[in-house]
């Protein structure tokens, strides 16, 4: 559905300078899957998805949506693609059901028809009671769950999703992630971006991880996690501060997020490193501690960290 050979975007910069916000990014996305775009904020997820919608030129290289050349047409992106954009859109005086059911019918549906879809969408997120408020007394995460009902009532056949799930209760997160789902039931591809790798992780086919814009690794993730790591994830919290702790020495990549640290094992160090997490539970300095196999979050930080990659603390896992 969507096919990039060898895209590159520069921006030109004062005195010669330039910004590589693409470098040479190949990637597919086929009928009814879901392929996650992942990476920290500047890594250039939101640049490829202008370039294949038409609205940035690029710099060189090849980008085809249903077999019809963006890079050539680069108009026939946005007719080809329905898009939930990254930014919040303001309904001002707009219901939901209105906004919804207007894009709908410019999508050549039948107002009645849509309007009975949009309701729908919106019990199914679990925001059907809002479906005639005002757009000004709603919520950030209602007004993100009706951008996304815009983007997929009446859609093309692919559907891009920008950040879908920002300020997006948990509970109705996992309402959103199944309605995303239902879309590649009826065959449509879903180009998701995110910078939330954990969450997409249980999501998406397919991902593309991206840092300093390049594709640094691609595939399903179980295979990318099966290929690059055997090790094992510690996830430590406390109450108190935890940069003061030291990590034990055999422990492998680190990294500190959301008031917790996480770092990586090797299995045959499982035993020492309980030991290890039952003395500092003792002595106060940690009040719980999480033992997993290694997730794709921990392989896009060890990898970026090997590139010189930086704003680890992007990749949320909220």
Known sequence: MIQIENL??????????????????????????????????GAGKTTLVNQILGLTKSTKGEISVLGKSITQNPEQGRFLCSVQPQSQLPLRDLTPLRAVTILGCLRGGRENDVEQEAMRLFKNLDIDRW??????????????????????????????????????????RRYLWREIRKITQTGKGVVLVTHNVLEAEKAVDRVAILNEGKVIIQGRPAEIKSKHSNDLRVKITSSNELKSIDIPKWSLSAYDLDGSK??????????????????????????????????????????TEKMGGRNHESCTTN
């Not at 993100?144 to 009902?149: D, I, P, S």
């Not at 983007?151 to 920008?162: E, R």
Request: some cysteine; hydrophobic content about 35%.
């Open 8 to 41: 590159t975007k520069i921006y030109p910069q004062k005195k010669g300078k330039e910004i590589i916000a693409n470098n040479n990014i190949t990637l597919s996305i086929k009928e009814g899957e879901i392929v996650g775009l992942l990476g920290h904020n």
């Open 131 to 172: 479906s005639k408020v005002g757009g000004q007394q709603l919520s950030g995460g209602v007004l993100r769950l009706t951008a996304f009902c815009m983007a997929v009532i009446n859609s093309k056949k692919v559907v891009i999703l920008d950040e879908p799930t920002n300020d997006v209760d948990p509970v109705r």
């Open 262 to 303: 996480t770092f990586s094992i090797k299995q045959e160090d499982v035993s020492k490193t309980i030991e290890w997490l039952r003395e500092e539970i003792s002595l106060g300095n940690i009040s719980d501690y999480f033992l997993s196999e290694t997730t794709l979050e921990d392989i896009y930080v060890k990898l």
